[in-house]
């Protein structure tokens, strides 16, 4: 009577499992065939004789786009929005005044949590901040020029500081919306100050 050998169930491995399903075994030659990964998907909007690159669907258009039509997102995945930029833009044009008006009343019931944010975030990158300073200084002369004739006429009485009108502060700065025009000032406190230059920045990348 034959024996039967037992044999050992093998132990799972995942990196067995993936090498296997990479590769086929041909019926006729019995030689391993590696399975080619499938194309990267191109963009519609490429022309033809275009280097493929990846894309990803837009959550409101729901069109593919290339990853730089998308802007960063630190909460998600993959570091992008799930909308484009385009998207982002018309329905910031769309609801504007209602977006500011939610920025305003965030800033002043959370302004103590906003000021000390601000403040951790400067002393740990002091340097840096001072460095970009100096950078933009050298650059552009016309912000500095501003500044000055600011201080100037508020010495002499030809300005008047007034409270941040966004949120009622008396710590406030001078913004300039054209430095061309140095003593037209909108008076603002350094939170609403810094979140209307990242508002401004964010239309004009969305442009």
Known sequence: MPII???????SNPDRNLEQRERVTSVETGVPALVESPPLR??????AGAVSRPTKPCGTCKQD?????????ADHGDGLQTT???CNCKYYRANRSVILE????????NREVLNE??????????????????????ADKRPSRAHCAVYYALGVGHLT???????????VHAHHADYARPLDVRWLCPIC???LHAQVHYEEALT
């Not at 050998?5 to 132990?11: A, G, L, Y």
């Open 5 to 11: 050998k037992m044999m050992k169930k093998p132990v």
């Open 42 to 47: 191109q963009s519609s909007v490429m022309g």
């Open 65 to 73: 786009k290339p990853l730089s039509a998308f802007s960063r997102c």
């Open 84 to 86: 484009c930029k385009e």
């Open 102 to 109: 939610y920025h305003r009343r965030y800033q002043q019931a």
């Open 117 to 138: 944010k601000t403040r951790q975030y400067y002393t740990k990158n002091r340097q840096k901040i001072l460095e970009r300073q100096c950078r933009c200084r050298v």
């Open 161 to 171: 500081r007034q409270p941040c009108e966004i949120c009622g502060s008396n710590n």
């Open 193 to 195: 100050h810094g979140r």
